[in-house]
């Protein structure tokens, strides 16, 4: 079984959510990237996010375009970042996902690239500018190869959509709370939790939400309704703050086990 397929069973056995952070890799550089996995991993994350940096990230607001510059100048490729990732397979079995876009994947090729992921322990692969209409070749070569093909639903997403989005993904759904673009927000958008409980009544499989979730507060009310949560810009932001202190791995970790706590306080059930 994949481990986000069994990390997942685990969760419903226990009646928990999952907390699952993105940061993007090789910001600020690839030995802190290795670090930082593992430490939301001993403060209690259930899943990581691996973001590739790209030059041209659509999905992405300004935090992470940021980071994702700063890890270009670093010198950051795909490939660097499955180095990364079999470095973290080496200490840990918790499941990796690698958000990317498509022209990385392509440069590499959908069989390379499945292989590649296969040999470096990564879980499951998020494309947010890969509809599921045009995706088989990646489907096939993923599936083949044990890794997970996700892909984002969307407010705006009709239901005969999110029925092929729902037939179409592997390990979880990301459902997108917002529209628009990364980036934490002041407030959750209405109507959430009917969106979700729509998808939920689609599919079996998890969903999960993400953009816009910046606090511990929007974390558990985003658990309250769904089966996981990812943060992202608001963790890039912390690496961005703290960037060139020692202890940045420790404060960021600080900051993701805050964001732990909120969504297991969660009721079981809810």
Do not use: H
Not at 2 to 8: E, G, T, Y
Not at 110 to 121: I, K, M, T, V
Not at 205 to 227: C, L, S
Request: proline share 7%; net charge neutral.
């Amino acid at each position: 079984m994949n481990r986000i397929d069994a990390c997942f069973a685990e969760l419903r056995r226990r009646g928990r959510k999952a907390l699952i952070p993105y940061i993007t890799a090789g910001d600020p550089d690839g030995p802190t990237t290795v670090q930082l996995a593992l430490e939301f991993e001993k403060r209690g994350a259930d899943l990581v996010e691996l973001g590739v940096p790209f030059s041209d990230p659509l999905a992405d607001g300004t935090t992470i375009q940021r980071a994702s510059q700063r890890a270009l100048e670093g010198g950051t490729t795909l490939r660097a970042v499955l180095g990364w990732a079999a470095e973290i397979r080496q200490a840990s079995q918790i499941p990796l996902v690698l958000m990317s876009y498509v022209n990385p994947l392509l440069r590499m090729g959908a069989a390379a690239f499945a292989a590649a992921a296969r040999q470096a322990g990564v879980d499951g692969l998020i494309v947010p500018d890969l509809p599921p209409e045009e995706a088989g070749e990646f489907l096939a070569a993923n599936d083949g190869a044990g890794v997970a093909t996700v892909f984002l639903a969307a407010p705006t997403s009709p239901p005969e959509r999110l029925r092929i989005i729902a037939e179409a993904s592997r390990g979880y759904i990301y459902y997108v709370s917002l529209k628009g673009v990364t980036g934490a927000r002041a407030a959750l958008p209405m109507g959430l939790g009917e969106a979700v409980q729509t998808l939920r009544g689609l599919t079996g499989k998890p969903v999960v939400v993400g953009f816009g979730i910046g606090t511990p507060a929007q974390a558990a009310e985003v658990a309250a309704v769904a089966d996981g949560v990812i943060v992202g810009s608001a963790i890039v932001d912390q690496v961005e703050r703290l960037r060139g202190r020692a202890d940045l791995v420790e404060q960021v970790g600080v900051f993701v086990e805050g964001l732990v706590r909120a969504v297991r306080l969660v009721p079981p059930g809810a």
